[in-house]
């Protein structure tokens, strides 16, 4: 069973590298804020780096504006028509002479230009906010003349260095390398993407990693028997890591959020958002109470014994249900709480209900009723699975 958050605790919130993927990490913030959230430290490398500094920062608004409309261009030397094609993979509109001539470019600049990124890390960061932040702010970035990691604890940190660290962290192999007081760095993420490490071996015990899947390592950590880490994960592909496409971003945030509120509000489910007090018992009696010609049809279905009338509704529970928990890959320890969720929203994706809302039980399935009579009557028809599931979902004694 899914544990409570506990919001009395304070956390440290460790953020992952991955480009622009971190508009996820934005979302999830968001959930943070709106749900009371304590966070006490935060470590990130590369793009979990520069949320971090936000996060330091304080001002949510500021950074989602910054985030939902950032461009290609705001982060390298690039064309965002041409970069939107590409990315896109929009070949036949694109300007072959312009992008064979801006790689050239690329190559004998020894890779891409940041200036962009620079110039965008001097307007919104904050060194001061930062050091003077009651959220502590650690970064990683790794030292290519001495092949190690560094960790750069803001407090302790020059403050007009800061800023310089937050773009030697997010130094990807491809980006052109230009020193920073002397020396060279590379992308933080490349050796060690997910910090967790940088918390535990501060003390901290309570932690919230922020996983966006990221190009790089994840180093191997032993986590202490005390330590208890929570994990906010996408479900879904985020993107590419150089993919700075408006839409996709703001789509990021949205599902950052929601997944943020999945794991603070304990909600249900894997691919929708439900809050629910339903207890096993109760949903157990839901698949009791199925109508008997969908449980019989269920068990022809599976080419299982419906004859038996007396046995309809043992045989519905044992090995019908077995089945669809078999079919739904919900693993051996299924549960019928589970089971039900899962049924509930197979019919709310076949019927298309919209994704991103939190929904109680009771307001997704009066959606799906109603959503299934209405294209019933339009003479719609579903695969002969997904009808079963409906009619179940749907049809009770």
Not at 106 to 116: A, F
Not at 219 to 244: C, S, T
Not at 253 to 259: C, L, P, V, W
Not at 329 to 343: A, F, N, P, Q, V
Request: with cysteine; net charge neutral.
């Amino acid at each position: 069973m899914d544990k409570d958050f506990d919001f009395n605790k304070e956390y440290g919130v460790v953020l992952e590298g991955g480009g622009a993927k971190g508009a996820y990490q934005i979302g999830v913030w968001k959930a943070f804020i709106e749900c009371g959230v304590k966070i006490k430290v935060v470590s990130g490398v590369s793009v979990g780096a520069l949320n971090g500094a936000l996060m330091c920062m304080g001002n949510y608004e500021d950074a989602e504006n910054l985030w939902s409309n950032l461009t290609y261009s705001d982060i390298m030397s690039v064309n965002d028509e041409q970069m939107d094609k590409l990315m896109s993979r929009n070949l036949k509109d694109l300007n072959i002479k312009e992008i064979t001539k801006d790689a050239s470019k690329v190559i004998s600049d020894g890779g891409i230009d940041i200036t962009p990124l620079r110039n965008l890390i001097d307007t919104w960061v904050d060194e001061e906010k930062i050091k003077n932040s009651e959220i502590e702010f650690i970064m990683g970035t790794f030292l290519v003349s001495k092949l190690k990691e560094v960790e750069i604890s803001a407090k302790e940190a020059e403050s007009s260095y800061l800023k310089d660290y937050l773009l030697a962290s997010a130094y990807l192999p491809a980006f052109r390398n230009e020193k920073l007081h002397g020396k060279k760095y590379l992308d933080g993420g490349m050796f060690n993407n997910v910090p967790v490490d940088m918390l535990i071996n501060r003390g901290y015990k309570d932690i919230i990693v922020v996983r966006i899947y990221g190009i790089g390592l994840e180093k191997p950590v032993k986590i202490p028997k005390d330590v208890n880490i929570i994990q906010i994960a996408p479900r879904i592909d985020l993107g590419g890591i150089l993919e700075f496409n408006t839409d996709k971003i703001r789509r990021n945030i949205n599902i950052g959020y929601y997944d943020g509120l999945r794991c603070l509000k304990s909600l249900k489910g894997k691919i929708y958002y439900i809050e629910s007090d339903m207890t096993e018992e109760r949903c157990a009696e839901c698949f009791v109470n199925v109508a008997e010609a969908v449980k019989m049809a269920f068990l022809e279905y599976y080419k299982l014994d419906y004859l038996n009338t007396k046995l309809l509704t043992r045989r519905f529970l044992e090995q019908v249900c077995s089945n669809l928990a078999t079919s739904l890959r919900l693993g051996k320890e299924w549960t019928y709480l589970d089971l039900y969720i899962s049924l509930v929203e197979l019919c709310a994706k076949s019927l298309q209900i919209p994704k991103y809302k939190v929904y109680t039980v009771n307001q997704m399935l009066n959606m799906i009723q109603e959503r299934y009579y209405r294209m019933m009557k339009k003479g719609y028809r579903f695969p002969l699975f997904h009808e079963l599931v409906l009619k179940m979902i749907t049809i009770h004694e």
